[in-house]
Structures are given as C-alpha cells and as structure tokens.
DNA sequence: GATTTTATGTCAGTCATGTTGACATATTTA
DNA sequence: TAAATATGTCAACATGACTGACATAAAATC
C-alpha cells in the first residue's frame, strides 16, 4: 500500500516534495537548537577568557577522569596542536592536571582539578537547564526519539583519522 | 507517585546521578550527531574554496529566494561584516545574485543563479542522505520526538540583538 | 641490545569565521 | 527637511581549526 509507483505523478510529486520540506525543516531544527543551545555557555567562559574549546575539553575530562591525550584527542576529533593549545591553558589556569601513566609512562592523565570540577559543573548546570526542560515538556517518548535519530545521524564506521591527530605518521 | 521526597536517601541518590547521566549522555550524543552531520559537505565546498558559513548562505537563499540581506541576518545571527564578506565571495563566484528591492530599492534580495542552486543542491543530496536514513530508521514516532526536543531546545523570546548585525545603532 | 613505533609536546605559519567600532550612501519615513 | 533604515565597507582583532616539521621519552619489536 501506498507504493509510490501506483501514484499517479502530480501527487507523487507533492508527496516528494513533503519529504524534501520535512527533511529541510528537520536540518534547520537542527542548526537552530544546536546553536541556541552550545551558545549559552559562552558567556560564562568569557568571563574566564576561555572559549568552547575549553568547555570541550573540560567536559571530556570530567566526564573521565583519567582519560589520556590520545583519547581525548579520538574523542573531540581534532589536531594535537589544537588540543595542545587549549589544554596547555587549561593547566595554567590551575583547571586540569596531567600525571604520568602508571602502566604507560608516556601517557598524561588528564583530571580536573577542584576548580576545574567546579567550573565544569557551573557550565553543565546551564546546559542542563534547557535540556532538563525540553525533555521535560517534550516527553519521555520524545527523548527517546530524540536520541534514536541522533544515533542514527553519526558517522558509521572509522573515524576518519586525520593527520597529526592521534597515532599517524 | 514515584514522589521524590518520599523515596529513601540511597535511592534519592541514584535517582539523580541516573538524570544527570541522561542527560550528560544527551548532551554527547547532540554534540556528536551534529558535528558528523554539518562535516560531511566540508569536502565539496572545500573544492571550491569555500566553507561552512557559504553553505549557510546558499542554503536559506536557496530556502526563500528573493530574502532580504537584513532577513539573512536574522537568521543567522551574525553580523553584517561576517555576512558581507561570505556574500561577496558568493556573488563573485556568480553563485548567488543581488537585485534592488522593488518596493523597498534600499533591499537587496538575494536569489541563487543556476549554478548556486546546483551546488546547494548537491550539498543538500549529501545532507538528506544522512537525515533521510536516520530518518527511516528511527520511525516516524522517534522524529516526531526528535523535531519535539529539538524545538524546545531553541531560545525562546526575542533573538538577542547583536551590535552590527541588523537594525541597530 | 638496537631499532622502530608510539604518545606526547612544540614551533611556525595559515585559514575560516566570528567579533567591535567607525563611517558612507541611498532611500524611505516622519 | 530631518531622521531612521538597509546596506556596504575599512580596519583591527580573537578563536579555533589546519598543515608541516621536528623533538623526546618510553614501549614494543626484531
């Protein structure tokens, strides 16, 4: 039922038309949320001169404590120089510490520190707020939805590893 | 039910740190699913010199042909000289047109040439493959849930005016 | 034990995209 | 006529990415 080849053509074409309207109108949801929602935080970082790369990196570590370099670099996706800049700041500001590896002595643990920890939660509880909330009015089966699709919107596979990045020539 | 205050400290507890993990874990997801998703036609713009915020401007030239540059603005919220200088470039490369507004001859509305509109195009086929097939797999119960969250993620109220961007001293 | 690979750091330069501030021009509105 | 609006432009700067090249210490392999 519903085969889209038993249709006649004007209304093939209209319900064509539907799919392309909903998926555009499901792209710019998107680029709208995303950017009301990562753009919050901003001030607050300012404040402090850090921009989102902090955040990200501040995140990540809290989230493991103990990560090293080179998985947070598979994680955020970008060049060792990148992170190397952000994190080099991080430390100065007294945020993040690195230690040794215990079994791998070349690795550097990274951890937040209490001021770290206390910054890193002072930006989640803004993000919480507006994601608590629209979870909260959209519904459990909603949320639920939310996370379907955006699991199917990453990439599948290897990430594509880049240069410089982590362990490549 | 299910009260809160009623449930035991331990539980209480838990409870909370299961929020904060869903919430954390939606929080990652929307940074992942999104950075995959807009990264994807960075290779074909990059064949032509351009970028992210190109892609924009062609795409919602493309989305209402004939909008105004100060509609632009709004929508993308970025100022005049950001947008200017993408314009410019677009114009240059005969991909996008500018003609006086023939009520308002202050206005110059914006419209894709061919060739802008076969590259928006292309970079929209790449784009609805991904958000077409998450699409599907999810269901339509679970985009009815992601276009909900999404919808309560955006800022509610007036878009912050930016100095430059649009009617403003 | 010597060699290679790995994890990390660093210097130097570039690019894309955003910002602020100031000012100019044409056109519409009051 | 005067003020407000839509747009454009010059200049300077910040952020966060990138590439390429090279350095060091430690682990893994031959």
Chains 1, 2 share one sequence.
Do not use: W
Request: aromatic content about 6%; hydrophobic content about 40%; cysteine-free.
């Amino acid at each position: 039922m519903t085969d889209i080849k038993s249709i006649p053509a004007p209304q093939a074409a209209s319900l064509l038309f539907l799919r392309e309207e909903e998926l555009r109108e499901g792209i710019e949801s998107f680029f709208f949320a995303y950017r009301d929602f990562v753009s919050e935080a901003d001030a607050l970082l300012a404040e402090s001169g850090m921009g989102r790369a902090h955040h990200r990196a501040l995140y990540f570590i809290g989230r493991k404590p103990g990560i090293t370099v080179g998985e947070l670099l598979g994680v955020l996706r970008i060049t060792k120089q990148s992170l190397s800049r952000v994190l080099k700041e991080l430390v100065a500001m007294g945020l993040v510490v690195q230690t040794q590896g215990p079994e791998d002595r070349r690795q550097r643990l990274l951890r937040l520190t209490q001021s770290g920890a206390a910054l890193e939660a002072r930006l989640f509880t803004m993000q919480r707020a507006r994601i608590a909330k629209a979870f909260r009015d959209a519904g459990p089966d909603a949320v639920a939805g939310f996370r379907k699709v955006l699991g199917g919107l990453r990439d599948r596979g290897d990430p594509p590893k880049r240069q410089n990045a982590g362990a490549r020539s």
